[in-house]
């Protein structure tokens, strides 16, 4: 068959073209352009418009050529459409089982848990962190429903919890709340929280059969609650709850009066950055300002019209008991947290300065603390006994050199120095006084010179200083500091920080 097309014969090999035999073969080379850089995911405008577009982030060529916004629809860079639709869709059914989870639980809780779990909810920030929580509580009480009784066997020990439950007016169940002590130790402990002498009852109150309890057991029921806390806290995580955030200055309330402060700072500084971290508070104006002096005149006729409100057995100027004097202690506490920022000299009500009121309620709290001792004597007291001194010496000790103070500073000192057998902290508490007022270049009062002897401090005392308590903060502490470099805000001064500083001087002299 003849074909009218020119026969293509091979390319001759120039360099053998003078060698006999078949031409070697060549290597393959490709040809054509050089393919372009692929794109997994094009920004929505180029998409749109169905232009090319290099992926660049954050702003593609296309869009920075001609200056317009850049958005894509993916975050992740090297994830395609198709592979964020698929995560996106496992990710909403990861949550809606989770949901139908915490819709099993709300059914099958008991009408108080489940009102509970509610409230839970309601603070909760979103669904699921409230699911964990719920789920991390649930094993906690199944948990502690396994643990075996860490007292059984013993026949003393059973023996006062027996005695506690019928003798206790409530009749309670430890468990699955606490593995700690049995339902009759609980069950006194929650009674007398109740209907010890009336109805209003004091903190750390111990109770008979507890110390029986800790010498039978050999370890204080305190510790033990207090370790069972700490593991409730872990239980919690970080979930931020006002409950939880008082419950951890509670905890450094604790330690700090103690005085072991240092191993209690992280309680006050995990309930301080709880408290922020729930954002509860606007912001104040600065103090001193008009509409914060309103705010706080406000705040402090509120106080006292609740006080004047209370009924006549809650009265410590009516019914004088344990409980209604240490009502009265918190209640100026409170007063004096209201006026304490403020310049003293700050006309707060009617012709009364702040420094008129602070020195009054310096008065009141150290009479009424006095009248206690004369009356039911220092047995069993309250920490508060030491809180409401604590707040006297301070609000006085800027004022030393003013004679009218002079008795009730020695009074108030004296009341201090019968409370260091009990509370630790107390023993700090005059020696930062007097490192104070050596400070500040005032005289100590003679009259009150006798409960400043002998304090002692060594340098193996210097390791847990009290670094959660505050002393005022004058001029001449503020030099003192400047000095070693170290700035001071706030309206106080870390008693620890000058307590040291003071004591370290007198150690090296």
């Known amino acids: ?157 059973e023996a006062i919890d027996r005695g506690a439950l019928v003798d206790s007016p409530f009749k309670l169940e430890a468990r699955p709340w606490t593995t700690v002590a049995g339902s009759g130790i609980v069950s006194e402990l929650i009674s007398s929280f109740f209907t010890w002498d009336a109805s209003f009852f004091y903190p750390f109150y111990t109770s008979r059969r507890v110390k029986s309890f800790d010498g039978v057991s050999g370890r204080k029921l305190g510790a033990q609650f207090l370790d069972e806390a700490n593991k409730w806290l872990e239980i919690e995580g970080q979930r931020s709850t006002l409950l939880t955030a008082q419950g951890l200055a509670l905890l450094f309330t604790l330690y700090a009066y103690r005085g072991l402060d240092r191993a209690g700072m992280m309680y006050r500084f995990a309930a301080t950055e709880m408290f922020h971290r729930l954002d509860l508070e606007d912001r104040f104006e600065a103090a001193d300002s008009e509409l914060d002096l309103a705010t706080r005149r406000q705040l402090h006729r509120k106080v006292t019209q609740w006080r004047v409100a209370l009924p006549e057995h809650l009265r410590e100027d009516i019914n004088f008991t344990p409980q209604t004097c240490f009502l009265r202690v918190y209640m100026d506490e409170v007063l004096v947290s209201i006026l304490r920022p403020l310049d003293p000299t700050v006309s707060f009500l009617d012709d009364l300065t702040v420094k008129d009121i602070c020195l009054g309620l310096a008065y009141t709290d150290t009479s009424y603390i006095m009248r206690y001792i004369k009356e039911v004597t220092l047995r069993d007291y309250s920490c508060v006994v030491l809180c409401g001194l604590y707040n006297a010496l301070f609000t006085m000790a800027p004022y030393l050199g003013d004679h009218a103070i002079h008795q009730l500073f020695a009074e108030t000192s004296y009341l201090m120095r019968q409370t260091a057998r009990d509370f630790p902290m ?84």
């Open 426 to 509: 107390a023993s700090f508490i005059p020696q930062a006084i007097e490192a104070f007022a050596w400070t500040a270049n005032l005289p100590l009062p003679i009259a009150a010179a006798p409960y400043f002897e002998d304090l002692g401090m060594t340098k193996q005392e210097l390791q847990d200083l009290p670094l959660g308590f505050a002393l005022p903060k004058t001029n001449e502490i503020r030099d003192i500091f400047m000095r070693e470099g170290q700035e001071l805000s706030g309206v106080a001064v870390d008693m620890g920080k000058l307590l040291s500083r003071w004591c370290a001087l007198s150690l090296d002299e």
């Open 1 to 157: 068959m003849n074909s009218n097309f020119r026969s293509i014969l091979p390319h001759a090999n120039s360099q053998s073209s003078g060698s006999s035999g078949p031409p070697l073969p060549q290597p393959y080379r490709p040809t054509g352009r050089t393919p372009r850089q692929l794109t997994l995911v094009a920004c929505a405008r180029c998409r749109r418009g169905k232009s090319k577009c290099d992926g660049d982030r954050p702003v593609c060529g296309s869009c920075r050529r001609k200056k317009t916004a850049c958005v894509y629809d993916v975050a992740e860079t090297n994830t395609t459409r198709a592979m964020a639709a698929r995560q996106q869709q496992a990710n909403q059914r990861l949550e809606n089982e989770q949901l139908h989870e915490l819709f099993g639980i709300l059914r099958t809780l008991p009408h108080a848990d489940a009102h509970a779990a509610l409230d839970q909810l309601r603070t909760a920030d979103n669904a699921l962190s409230a699911l964990r929580s719920l789920k991390g509580s649930q094993l906690m009480i199944h948990r502690l429903d396994e643990f075996p009784d860490p007292h059984a066997g013993n026949l003393r020990l």
